[in-house]
C-alpha cells in the first residue's frame, strides 16, 4: 500500500523531536498546538506506528520507529530545501531549453531573426521552434510540448494567457496587374466580385472570411491553401486576392513574382499579435525575457 504524508507533517514531526514537546514546538514554529497534535496523529495513523511516548512529566521522547524516521526525514527537508534553492536559480536565470511554437502563417518572417538575436544575446538559452495551427498550438501549450507561443488573439482559451506584442491591420495581396491594384485602400465591397485565394487553416479561416460577415455579397473563394508560400505565389501569378495581416518583409512571392499590398478598410478590429503562454510560465524567467525580447523586436 501507498504511504501518503505531507512535508508539513514531517516539518512538525522534526520540530516536535528536537524540542521534546507539542508546546515548544508550536512556539518554534508558530503554529497552533492542535495543529501539530493534528498532523502527528495522521502521520502516525499513516505509517501505522507510535512515533513517540508521551510522558506526562517528561514530554515525548522518540520510539524506534521515531528515532529511525526522524533520520530519513531530516534528509528529506534537506534535500527539499536543496531543490528548491535550485529551482529557484534556474527560474531566476535566462538559461536552458526554451521551446517556441508559432503560428504557420507567419513564423517564417518572424521567427529566424528573433532565435538568432535572442541568442545572441544571451546563449545559455538553447531556443528550439516548431510551426504549428491555432488549435495545435493551444494543445502543445497544453501539453507541455512547448513553452510560449508566437501567435494571434484569435480564439484564445480561458485556461492559457495572451500577452500582447502589437496590432496587425488588415491588407489585401495582389498582383500588380489585379484590377484593384491601383487603388490606395479598399472595402469588402471593393472585393465582393473577384476571386479570392483563401488561407485554409483552422480559426485562420473563420477570421479572414469574417470581414464579409456584414457583407451582402459573400467571398468568391476561387483557391484554398493551407501555405502561406503558397497563397502568396496563386496570388502573383493572377489566381485572385488574398487578405493577410503580417506582410513579409519583401513584396516577392517564393517564385520571384511581385505583389502588392493595400490596406483593407474594415469594421473588423485589427488583431492583435503576441506571445502565448500556459498560466503561470512567466515566472521563469527565460520566458519573461523573451516576451520582452519580442516586444522590443517587433514593435517600432
Known amino acids: 500500500m501507498q504511504t501518503r504524508f505531507t512535508l508539513r507533517q514531517l516539518e512538525y514531526f522534526i520540530s516536535v523531536a528536537k524540542t521534546g514537546s507539542i508546546a515548544a514546538a508550536s512556539r518554534v514554529l508558530n503554529i497552533s498546538s492542535p495543529s501539530i497534535s493534528t498532523a502527528l496523529t495522521q502521520l502516525e495513523d499513516e505509517l501505522g506506528t507510535a512515533l513517540f511516548v508521551r510522558q506526562r512529566a517528561h514530554g515525548l521522547s522518540l520510539t524506534e520507529p521515531g528515532r529511525t524516521l526522524a533520520v530519513q526525514a531530516e534528509t528529506i527537508l534537506s534535500e527539499v530545501t536543496e531543490l528548491t534553492r535550485l529551482a529557484g536559480n534556474v527560474s531566476d536565470a535566462v538559461q536552458g531549453p526554451l521551446r517556441l511554437g508559432c503560428l504557420v502563417t507567419f513564423a517564417q518572417i518572424v521567427v529566424p531573426d528573433l ?3 535572442f541568442e545572441a544575446f544571451y546563449p545559455a538559452v538553447t531556443l528550439s521552434q516548431s510551426e504549428l495551427t491555432q488549435p495545435e498550438i493551444f494543445t502543445a501549450l497544453r501539453r507541455a510540448d512547448i513553452d510560449l507561443s508566437l501567435t494571434y488573439a484569435i ?7 495572451f500577452h500582447p506584442i502589437k496590432t496587425l491591420p488588415p491588407f489585401v495581396m495582389l498582383a500588380p496587374d489585379h484590377p484593384l491594384s491601383q487603388y490606395e485602400n479598399l472595402t469588402i465591397a471593393d472585393l465582393t466580385n473577384h476571386a479570392m485565394v483563401l488561407l485554409d487553416l483552422p480559426l485562420s479561416s473563420d477570421y479572414f472570411l469574417s470581414f464579409f460577415n456584414a457583407a451582402v455579397e459573400k467571398p468568391l473563394v476561387a483557391e484554398r491553401t493551407k501555405d502561406m508560400a503558397v497563397a502568396r505565389s496563386l496570388v502573383a501569378n493572377g489566381f485572385g486576392y488574398s487578405i493577410v495581416n503580417f506582410r513579409p518583409v519583401g513584396t516577392i512571392a517564393p517564385d520571384g513574382k511581385p505583389l502588392v499590398f493595400i490596406p483593407l478598410k474594415s469594421n473588423v478590429p485589427p488583431i492583435p499579435i503576441g506571445v502565448l503562454s500556459a ?8 520566458c519573461a525575457t523573451f ?5 522590443k523586436k517587433m514593435t517600432p
Do not use: F, T, W
Not at 498560466?279 to 527565460?286: I, S, T
Open 115 to 117: 532565435r538568432r538575436s
Open 155 to 161: 480564439d484564445v482559451p480561458n485556461d492559457l494567457e
Open 279 to 286: 498560466k503561470g510560465a512567466m515566472k521563469r524567467r527565460a
Open 291 to 295: 516576451l520582452q525580447h519580442c516586444i
